[in-house]
């Protein structure tokens, strides 16, 4: 991706792509965690239907007995190689093009037009696509369309031109509207792009939630891409974690070719499809939160949507729990459970991890009980959380809040290094934190760079967590 940059009107003050990179997935590879060394908790239940296999940690492998705690656990769900996969997934993807009156600032539709004829050229011989805009309201330019209709498909790219104001919800519903014409076999995707706050038709962020979400039920995912300075960073993120699909913040409209094919590309290697934890917790644990997905509190844990599982690349949850180990030699501290629909077939696969850890009697053996891989992970997640609620205060005027809640959260980070054993494997992004700090000391939240600022530290804590 190409490189980027904010300038505030303050002297000296310059946020380079290293600072604030528009997709950090792929711009900012995040540390490879150290693995963990002579692990000695004893190894949970595990169990799989399907294809889709999971782990599940504890941060120690021991607990004091009668010691109450807080601890953290992971859940690791790995996805099949794309080697083992029988051929590319087919796509039905729909772009959904913002192209009120925004749009034409900065060249974004100019970029949004071009990033749409890059992704025509570039569909596999199998793919559709389809083009839906909206403005004061949808407009279906092009139904789902193989390759052969490219001309077709370019001439509707063509006709865009930016006016009105920005109908999210009609635009969303106009494009689920011809779900059902999606091929038996392949993976629908609705791509939604915004510059800009919905404020026409159906505006309310519950209704547009549930929108997303009554496409994943149906079968097509939603995912969601953000451009500029000026849309709603968390109404789209929500949008996506509805619709099982992915959220991108793109400062610069140059990267949206880029984020487009991500999306084809992705798409084409789903492994699995509706993906749902169930965090079940045993008695003397005691669920705190879960860090960086969306989680819905059951009368036993959590229930976390995943959305689409691809293959080669597993997913990682973490969850901050108190625990409170009484009698027996072992100790759960949840049970994962996962339900998906499957790769090739409309059925439902399953897949199970216990994470588990030894009870003693021993003060100084439960303390040195390290699990060096969970304990740096979740270092980093918590670490990005705290990130995450100090750009919230900083959009609020709040510099020394934000200020305090950065400091705690590269302190977080080091403190995991150091229990982890593992020295600098997080050094990048706590550096990546030193700039956000120097940001919020130079840039007033309003300005440009602030902006960027809110909107990156949001989508990192989304990524860097997952």
Same mark, same amino acid.
């Given at each position: &991706?190409?490189?980027?940059?904010?300038?505030?009107?303050?002297?000296?003050?310059?946020?380079?792509? #290293?600072?604030?990179?528009?997709?950090?997935?792929?711009? +900012?590879?995040?540390?490879?965690?150290?693995?963990?060394?002579?692990?000695?908790?004893?190894?949970?239940?595990?169990?799989?239907?399907?294809?889709?296999?999971?782990?599940?940690?504890?941060?120690?492998?021991?607990?004091?007995?009668?010691?109450?705690?807080?601890?953290?656990? %992971?859940?690791?769900?790995?996805?099949?190689?794309?080697? =083992?996969?029988?051929?590319?997934?087919?796509?039905?993807?729909?772009?959904?093009? @913002?192209?009120?009156?925004? &749009?034409?600032?900065?060249?974004?539709?100019?970029?949004?037009?071009?990033?749409?004829?890059?992704?025509?050229?570039?569909?596999?011989?199998? @793919?559709?696509?389809?083009? $839906?805009?909206?403005?004061?309201?949808?407009?279906?330019?092009?139904?789902?369309?193989?390759?052969?209709?490219?001309?077709?498909?370019?001439?509707?790219?063509?006709?865009?031109?930016?006016?009105?104001?920005?109908?999210?919800?009609?635009?969303?519903?106009?494009?689920?509207? +011809?779900?059902?014409?999606?091929?038996?076999?392949?993976? !629908?995707?609705?791509?939604?792009?915004?510059?800009?706050?919905?404020?026409?038709?159906? %505006?309310?962020?519950?209704?547009?939630?549930?929108?997303?979400?009554?496409?994943?039920?149906?079968?097509?995912?939603?995912?969601?891409?953000?451009?500029?300075?000026?849309?709603?960073?968390?109404?789209?993120?929500?949008?996506?974690?509805?619709?099982?699909?992915?959220?991108?913040?793109? !400062?610069?409209?140059?990267?949206?070719? #880029?984020?487009?094919?991500?999306?084809?590309? =992705?798409?084409?290697?789903?492994?699995?499809? +509706?993906?749902?934890?169930?965090?079940?917790?045993?008695?003397?644990?005691?669920?705190?939160?879960?860090?960086?997905?969306?989680?819905?509190?059951?009368?036993?844990?959590?229930?976390?949507?995943?959305?689409?599982?691809?293959?080669?690349?597993?997913?990682?949850? $973490? #969850?901050?729990?108190?625990?409170?180990?009484?009698?027996?030699?072992?100790?759960?501290?949840?049970?994962?459970?996962?339900?998906?629909?499957?790769?090739?077939?409309?059925?439902?696969?399953?897949?199970?991890?216990?994470?588990?850890?030894?009870?003693?009697?021993?003060? $100084?053996?439960? @303390?040195?009980?390290?699990?060096?891989?969970?304990?740096? &992970?979740?270092?980093?997640?918590?670490?990005?959380?705290?990130?995450?609620?100090?750009?919230?205060?900083?959009?609020?005027?709040?510099?020394?809040?934000?200020?305090?809640?950065? +400091? =705690?959260?590269?302190?977080?980070?080091?403190?995991?290094?150091?229990?982890?054993? #593992?020295?600098?494997?997080?050094?990048?992004?706590?550096?990546?934190?030193?700039?956000?700090?120097?940001?919020? @000391?130079?840039?007033?939240?309003? =300005?440009?760079?602030?902006?960027?600022?809110?909107?990156?530290?949001?989508?990192?804590?989304?990524?860097?967590?997952?």
């Amino acid at each position: &991706m190409n490189g980027w940059m904010w300038t505030a009107g303050l002297t000296g003050l310059a946020l380079t792509g #290293a600072a604030l990179a528009p997709r950090w997935g792929l711009t +900012s590879p995040s540390p490879t965690p150290h693995a963990p060394v002579g692990s000695t908790a004893p190894a949970g239940p595990a169990s799989a239907t399907g294809p889709v296999t999971m782990t599940a940690a504890l941060d120690r492998d021991a607990v004091l007995r009668g010691r109450s705690e807080v601890r953290f656990v %992971t859940v690791t769900i790995t996805p099949p190689a794309a080697a =083992s996969q029988t051929a590319r997934r087919d796509v039905d993807l729909q772009l959904v093009l @913002d192209v009120s009156g925004s &749009m034409a600032d900065a060249g974004k539709l100019s970029q949004a037009k071009r990033s749409a004829h890059y992704l025509i050229d570039h569909l596999a011989p199998n @793919d559709r696509l389809g083009l $839906v805009t909206f403005s004061d309201a949808a407009r279906r330019l092009a139904p789902l369309a193989t390759p052969e209709d490219r001309t077709r498909l370019h001439a509707a790219v063509d006709t865009l031109f930016a006016a009105g104001g920005t109908n999210l919800y009609d635009g969303v519903q106009t494009a689920l509207g +011809s779900r059902s014409q999606v091929r038996d076999g392949a993976i !629908g995707r609705i791509v939604v792009l915004s510059d800009g706050h919905a404020n026409v038709g159906r %505006t309310d962020p519950g209704d547009l939630a549930a929108l997303a979400a009554a496409g994943q039920v149906a079968g097509t995912t939603v995912s969601t891409v953000g451009l500029g300075l000026e849309f709603n960073e968390d109404l789209l993120g929500a949008m996506a974690d509805a619709g099982g699909g992915s959220y991108a913040f793109i !400062g610069d409209a140059a990267d949206l070719a #880029a984020t487009f094919a991500d999306e084809l590309t =992705s798409a084409s290697a789903v492994a699995a499809r +509706s993906a749902v934890l169930d965090l079940r917790l045993p008695p003397g644990v005691t669920g705190v939160e879960v860090l960086g997905w969306p989680a819905t509190r059951t009368a036993t844990g959590w229930t976390v949507g995943l959305g689409d599982l691809y293959a080669s690349t597993p997913r990682t949850v $973490v #969850a901050k729990v108190e625990v409170t180990a009484e009698a027996g030699d072992v100790f759960d501290a949840v049970h994962a459970h996962l339900s998906y629909v499957g790769d090739t077939a409309d059925t439902v696969d399953t897949a199970s991890a216990t994470a588990r850890a030894r009870v003693t009697d021993d003060a $100084v053996d439960a @303390d040195g009980a390290i699990n060096a891989a969970v304990t740096l &992970m979740a270092g980093r997640a918590e670490g990005y959380a705290l990130l995450e609620r100090s750009t919230r205060a900083y959009a609020t005027g709040d510099v020394d809040q934000a200020q305090q809640a950065l +400091s =705690s959260a590269m302190r977080r980070m080091k403190d995991a290094e150091t229990a982890a054993d #593992a020295t600098g494997a997080l050094a990048e992004e706590v550096d990546e934190m030193r700039l956000q700090s120097a940001t919020y @000391d130079q840039a007033a939240p309003t =300005s440009d760079a602030g902006k960027a600022a809110i909107k990156d530290g949001k989508e990192k804590y989304r990524v860097r967590t997952r």
